[in-house]
Antibody, heavy 124, light 111 residues
């Protein structure tokens, strides 16, 4: 059974940093791209960042580029999102999501499993 | 403002058929990127409903179907049931943004 468990969320002041983690199990982690998708309270879904199976390709939404850094540790089946210079508009539920295609070509992915999310609240 | 456009809401009586459109442009759907659909029930994580424009993951009822024509795609729900009340999002990739993009979501209400 595929499981994605996020952690690291919390309340933080604007300008500070936070590191999110996602522990994956139930599938061959290093065969799939992994992503973070967020949802602000009462709003829609927004893709934040994604990383290829081998970390060669990493993409970011314009809204977080230069502030967030995505990485993965295939030996630990884990995904990380380092969030710096946090802003009030980063307040959201952050979901870890598994790519749906093995060794996917960038741009062709979708997300077949999602975690339950970790809440990040940035106070201004 | 979302790159992909969806109606904010659709509704139907139990048993009826409803469709949700998702319209893009030449830098996303029109460029040939696939569209995928997610269902989000209240208070839960999104669930993959349709991938690759018209493929259903195992376990998704065949009441849900996807189609694509040019720069528009649609999600159809036939035999609408009360449990289908949820938000539905389309998703694709935009090569001018170099980013994955979602539509704003459509709320389905079962009357």
């Amino acid at each position: 059974e595929v499981q994605l468990v996020e952690s690291g969320g919390g309340l933080v002041q604007a300008g500070r940093s936070l590191r999110l983690s996602c522990a994956a199990s139930g599938f061959t982690f290093d065969d799939y791209a992994m992503h973070w998708v967020r949802q602000a309270p009462g709003k829609g879904l927004e893709w934040v960042s994604g990383i290829s199976w081998n970390s060669d390709n990493i993409g970011y939404a314009d809204s977080v580029k230069g502030r967030f850094t995505l990485s993965r540790d295939n030996a630990k089946n884990s995904l990380y999102l380092q969030m710096n210079s946090l802003r009030a508009e980063d307040t959201a539920l952050y979901y870890c999501a598994k790519g749906g295609v093995e060794i996917v070509v960038p741009g062709m992915d979708f997300w077949d499993y999602w975690g339950q999310g970790t809440l990040v609240t940035v106070s201004s | 403002q979302s790159v992909l456009r969806q109606p904010p809401s659709v509704s139907g009586a139990p048993g009826q058929r409803v469709t949700i459109s998702c319209t893009g442009s030449s830098s996303n759907i029109g460029a040939g990127y696939d569209v995928h659909w997610y269902q989000q029930l209240p208070g839960t994580a999104p669930k993959l409903l349709i991938y690759g424009n018209d493929y259903r993951p195992s376990g998704v009822p065949d009441r849900f179907s996807g189609s694509k024509s040019g720069t528009s795609v649609s999600l159809a729900i036939t035999g609408l049931q009360a449990e289908d009340e949820a938000d539905y999002y389309c998703q694709s990739y935009d090569n001018s943004l170099s980013a994955y993009v979602f539509g704003p979501g459509t709320k389905v209400t079962v009357l």
